[in-house]
Structures are given as C-alpha cells and as structure tokens.
C-alpha cells in the first residue's frame, strides 16, 4: 500500500484517517461525518489496514476487541462449569480409576458425564490453557495495535491544526475575543496546570497524556502477571511437597536439600467456651466443637558444609519454631505450612511372653512399630524373633499375611518364640485382639499389655520463587486501571486568525463535564467566545427529527 | 445490656431507619407528579437524612460486634451478608451525595433490608473464628470485597431503574420477560424471609438421622416441615411430618426443603401482588420513574463500576490470593469460591470493555449491570449454601 499525501504536504502512513500534521480528514468517510473519531487519535491501525496475508489474518483476529471479549466470556462459562461438581483434587479418593468410580458413584450419570468430559480437571485441561493462552496473545496484539501508533501520534503533536479538524471536534467555538485573550488563555490554562506550547499563533493546552496508556499498562499486568504462572512449570520455580512427620522424630525436608526437620510435638486445640470465651458459648454449643488452633513445634536444622549427606551428627540448629495455620515457618525462599494432622498414631506396643498353663509371665519388652528389633532377649532366656511385621495387616494374599501400607494402621507380626521349655521354638500370627497358631497350638502366647501413640502432623513443603514476578504483575495491573480510569486527557487547541477572531476547539477521552469546567473558566477569564457541544447538538436535532416523524 | 445486645439493637434501628427511609424516599418520588423538583428535593433530603442515621446505627452495630467478639464481624453468613446490606447502603451515600437521586434510595433501600433481613436467617451467635481465620487479612479481605460488593450493587440498582423506564410492557418481549423474572427472584428472597422467620417464631424443628455420600452416619435438624426427606432417613422427632419424597444421597434434602419452601411462599406471594394490583410488578413502577434521567443513570451504573471494579480485582483477587498463599500454601487453588471471584472479575472485564470499545451504553450496559449482580449474589448464596468448598463456613 501507498503512503497517503495530505493536501498539507505531509506523507502518513497508509491507512491514517486523519493527517499526522494538520489533522485534515483524508478518507472519504470522515470528511463527510459531522464530528472526527478521535478515539484513536484517527492513525493507522495496522489490523484496520491490512488483510491480506494470513499474518495480517491472525493479527486481526487478536486485536479485535469483539474475539477478546469472546474469549473472556468463553471463559467464564468453562470456569463455572468447573464449579458444578467438585474438581478431582477435593473428592476423596486418590488415583484415576478410584476418582473416576467416585464421580459415578456419587454423582451418578451426571458424574459420568462429567467425568468423561474432563471437566473433573477442567482448569489443568489442554483446551483451558490454550484459551488462556489465546487471552494472553490477544492482550499483547490489541494493546500493541493500538499503543504503537496512538503513541506515535500523541508523541508528534503539531500545535497549528486545519480548520476542518477544529470545527469537527465535539467541543467546538469560533468568533470575537479581546485583545489580549491569547494570553490571558495561555496563562490562565498553564495555571490550571496545562501543559501549553505555542506555535506561531495557536496553541496547544494539554493535561493527563498518561492516562491515555492506562489500558496499557494494566495489560502489561496482567501479561506478567500470566508470565509468573507460566514460570512454575520450569524446574527449580516450584516445589510442591508433603511431609508426613511424627511427634519425635527428625526427617530431611523433600525437595530441600541439606534442611531437616524435627518434630517435638502436634498440639490440636478447641475453644473451651469457659472464661474468657464464654461468649461463644452458644455458637460451640450448636456445632459441637471449633478447633483453635493447630500447632506444630518443630527444630530445623541445617546439615553442616562438606558433611556426608545423611549423616545424622553433622546438624546445625537453625531455628525452633511453632508452625501454626497463618504462620508458616519460613526459611531460604521455602515455607513450611500446617496443612493436616493424624491423632494418636500407633507408636509402640508391649507384650509379656506367657505360659499359657501357668499364667506365668516374663518381663514385658516393647516392639518399635516403625523400626522393629528383629530379636528381643528376655530374663529368664527366651527370646522372642520378629520373623514378619505387617504394619497394615489387611488379610492373607497365597497364604502370606499382606500390609496395606506402611503405616501401623493395624500392626500384624509373625512371631517365633523360645523357651527353655520350647527349645524347638513355636510360631505364632498375633494382630490387635487375635492370636492365630499356625502349625497347632502352643504352649506360650504373646500377651499385649499397652501400646503407646503419637501424633502426625501433615506438612506441606513449598517454594514459590515466581511469587514476586506475580506481585508485580498485579501491581502494574492496579496502577494502570487507576491511570485509566480515575484521570483523563484533556486537549485544547487555540488560533487566533488573522483578523482578529478565534478558533477553539476542545477534546477529552472521557468526562466531558469536567472539560467543559476548565473551559468555561478559561473562556471567562479569557473573553474566548462561547462554545457549543456538537454532540449534544447532534442528538438534539436527531431527536427533534425523530419526534416530526412520529 | 451487654455490648452484644446493643449491638444487635443498633441493627434493628439502622433496619428500621432504611424502611422509613424507603416510604420518604418513594415519597419523594412519587409525590413528584407535576414535575415539582422543590418536593423531591425536600423530601428526599429528608430521606437522605434518615438513610444517613440509618447508616451510623448501622456502623455502630458493625463496631460493637467486632468489640464483642474480638474479631470482625466479617467470619460467617450472618455477619459477611449483614456487612454486604450495609456497604450497599454505603455506596448509595456516595453516590447520592454525587447525583441526588432520590430514586435511587426508593430501590437500593429495599435491597438492602431485603439482604440484612436475609442476613438474620442464619445463626446470629457469636461464634470463635477457626485457625485459618485467625489473622489481619480477614479484616482486610473480606472487607475490602464487602464494600466492593456493595458499590457494584449500586450501579446494579440504576440499571435495574433504567430497564424498569424503558422496557416497553405493553408488548411481550425477552426484555419484559427477564426483568420481570428479576422481580420475581426479588419476591422469592422475600418468602425465603417470611417463611423462615415464621417457622423460627414457632420453634420448629424436626431431628433425623442419614447417610451421607460418602456413606458416613450423620444427623440434621430441619427447621422447616421437611418436604424432602435425607438418604435413608430416619425421623427422632415424632410428632414431625413424613418426608414426602426420599432423596439421593448427593442431594442436599435439608437445603432442598428450605428452597422449596421459600419458592412456593415466594410465589404465592407474587401471585397476590400481580391479582391485587392487576399488573406485573415492573409495571407497578413504571410510573413512578417518568421524571428519572436516563443518562444520569447510565452514568451513575458506569460510574458506580469503575469505582467498584478496582477494588473488588484488589480485595477478591490479589489481598485473596495473598492470604490463601499464607493460610493454604497455594495463592489459587480453583476452590469454588475462588473461581467465582474470577468470573466477577471477568464478567466486570468484559462489561468495561463493550462500553469502552464496542459502545454498549444505555440499555445493555444496564443489562449488564443488572447480570453483575445476579452473579455476585450466585456467589454469596449459591456457592456458599451448595457448592461446597473451602469458603463454605457458614
């Protein structure tokens, strides 16, 4: 395509409705309308001017506010869909067949369909990211079609402009001043902090450029902002563990190497309702009970520089410290939070070995529930030997005793004993409450006598280091809707002809009430002559025109 | 009196000032017939005035409570949906003390008794806040999407008077159909209030023992006569009505009964307004808006959402996602309620950009308005009551 000549001389680029320079109309179209379109300050838009090549076809179908606003929508409604039933990481059941079976289970056809649809995991869906993806392409192409040039445009100002651009503003004037009205406008507009320069003899009085680029810059926001989130997929951004530790014990941290955690104790409390919180007596009342407080004390320690890893001696304490829901503990860009807790977890348990005819009974000796002795010697020199330990026992599999985790849930062991009585040994399966022997009865048995418990606590373990970029994110997204919003550009432009009168005409991108304020009260200090609303004269006569009609 | 009690009395005088000030407003209006703008400005100064005392009661009802318990009054149904009818009654402060409008409080008044009277159908104890409410960003939170909320109503308010000007009712439309819908929706909300207070006042309540879908024993007591039994039902009160129908599992039978109730009060009462008056309720107010300016409340929709849009993006979306880092470990995490707050924010998105750059003013943007609001109350009732999720505290 050409570039387009004015009568002034100027060349704009192709596409340009109103000259760069004089701001004379030079499509067909806006020199018959009775008002310029302003909105773009009339430059080229480059999706309004080509639409050949299939770039030009892409480009145009991301700038084009219609399709962004369809995909917005779009949106929406998938992500209210997502809403319908719970998304598969708030239904209890873990791994795909298990969830699958709980939708229909459930949820019945409804959760069948649901589920075969995917939209059990809609928001992690591939079609749900691509449409963010299509949102963030169109923030970039509309905000880029539209920036470059209106940039360009606001950046070249001329102050002289033609009559034709003048009298087609909304706010228009045109007749006798005094004398020293161009500078009195001058002075009074630079007083009402206008930004004014001057050319031969017009002027151009300009305030609030900035908050032309509010749209902008809060898209740029949200484009850092959806960057952030992008990030997390990169390794070494994110970790996301959990850390299942009990009362006493000290684990290393998942996912970060050389910290290691101790656990003293799991504290869950509830509201009493006495004293002090007498006053939510009635409300713990209709419920039953409210927790507290959640609570895990814990030490971290750090492995010592140039230690083996593992080593258990070489640890350094860093900090001690009550992990509380709110408070996480928070060290070397990872945090630790409270996120789940399991009471009374089996800890250990004591036996006596006895003698079945005489009730006699040995000492008791104790079995360590996650790391068992395998051999225990008692006084009198009967040992007792773990020949199998089922932390989970949860039936027989070929005649096997079977665990179904490794957590003492429900403790199995198979157990060998002997006695001077017994030299040969006897074999025995004891699980809570039962004993079973195996190859016929037995002269002795294992009798529990207590056990001992302690609590859990679920820990999440999370390093977050594209926190910043989406604080960022949503600060410039704040700034920029603000900019837009709450400020406006407001322009006059001031001649005075050759025989004495002025022209005037004023533009603003919105509140228009406020412009007229700072008009009237430069045009009356000014002596300008009085302006008319070309718009508002517009919908006048339509309206007048409408009314003979009916 | 305990500082409680005088808190709940200071709600009852700002509820009793919002009603007075809904008759003198309505007053004000229609006692202007000849176009006499000296009497609607008299009287609706002096309805403003009575709105105004109405809102100190109302901020004096908000401070004590939170001097009661501790903490603000911002932590359950009660206290979040009472805080939404006040900042409602807020908004409109601003933006009469903007345009003067007295037509505006004669709509925003209703709402917000019909919200605070809502309000007061949940548990109104104090009650202890859980550890994950245990912090500064409650306040924060939640009171900066509270007030939010109640400026995005208001522009909701001059959309719906400007449909209730221009939809034409005299021939049948999609237009007609919906806004009368709309006013239908209002008139439900109103049976839920007067069913529920009546079945409150006289004590009733039904005990039943069920299954629930996870297969675990649960208990519920009904405090209406339950048309819809629980799963596998079983009845401890005696003298309580039969369940006429059983429901599954997932249903919420408890929750059903109370719509079902509130629907079929909701209509019969609807019905009677219609029989009486021999019209649809938005014709009932057709004339009294001859003398409303349509553009001033187009500007009054547009303006009440580019104050209330920023601040619900900073209070639903980032100071959310700042707590929910802090309490949950995950700044988002797709919870119902959090995916509400998105939807608010990119239905408000949208609506700025059609007016913006597709020119939607006038009617669609009121439509709009007016969709605003009916997703924002989705999220209050809705999501609360029967999407369960993490948010789901009352």
Redesign the interface.
Known sequence: MEKMQCQCGHENPPGTILCESCGRSLTEKEQNSKLVDMRYEGTARRSQTYNKSIIDKIWNFFSS??V??SI??V??VA??I???L??H??V?ATGEAAIRDYYAD???VVGQIYHFLGFHDL?SSFWFIILVGMLAISLIIASLDRFVPLHRSLKNQRVLRHYSFMNKQRIFAEGEGAEDSFQKAESKLKELKYKVSTDKNGLLAEKGRFSRWGPYVNHIGLIIFLFGVMLRMMPGFYV?ETLWIREGETRSIPDAPGYYLESESFALET?TGEEE?A??G???E?VGS?????QTDVVLYQSQEGSLPGSADEKEVLTEYPI???Q?LKFDGY?L?Q?DYKLNELKSMTFVLTNKASQEASEEFTIDLINPADFYELEDGSTVELLGYYPDFDGFENGEPRTATPLPNNPGFLVEMVTPETPEGETSFIIIQETIEPFGENQYELKFQSAETRHVSGL?V?K?RT?PI?GLG?LI??IG??QG??FNHRRFWIQQKADGTFILAGHTNKNWYGLKKDLDEVSSFASLPAYTDQQEEIEKQEKKEGDEVK | MSLADISANLLYIAFIAYLIASFVFGGAVKGNKEGSFASEKRWGNVAFTITIIGFIANLGYFFTRWAAAGHPPLSNMFEFTTAFGMTLVGGFIILYSLYRTPVLGMFVLPIALLIIAYASMFPRELSPLIPALQTNWLAIHVSTVVIAEGILAISAGAGLIYLLKVVDQTKKSKQRFWLESLMYSLVLVLGFVIISSFFTLTNYEADFTYVDQDGRDSSITYEMPPIFGMNEYVALTEEAMTPLVSTPAVVHAGKLTTVTWSVLIGTILYWLIRLVSRRRISQIFQPMLKNVNLQLMDEINYRAIIIGFPLFTLGGLIFAMIWAQIAWSRFWGWDPKEVWALITFLFYAAYLHLRLGKGWQGEKSAWLAVIGFAIIMFNLIVVNLIIAGLHSYA
């Open positions: 506010v219609k962004g606003v917005i929508v949106l929406l992500s209210a997502g809403t319908i719970p998304q990481m708030y209890p459930v949820y019945g928001y996301d509201y919180e006053r939510f009635d409300a713990i209709r409210v927790v507290k407080n959640y509380r829901v709110n996480p945090a939070y996120m999440t999370r977050d926190l989406l949503g997204f704040m809707v603000a919003m709450y």
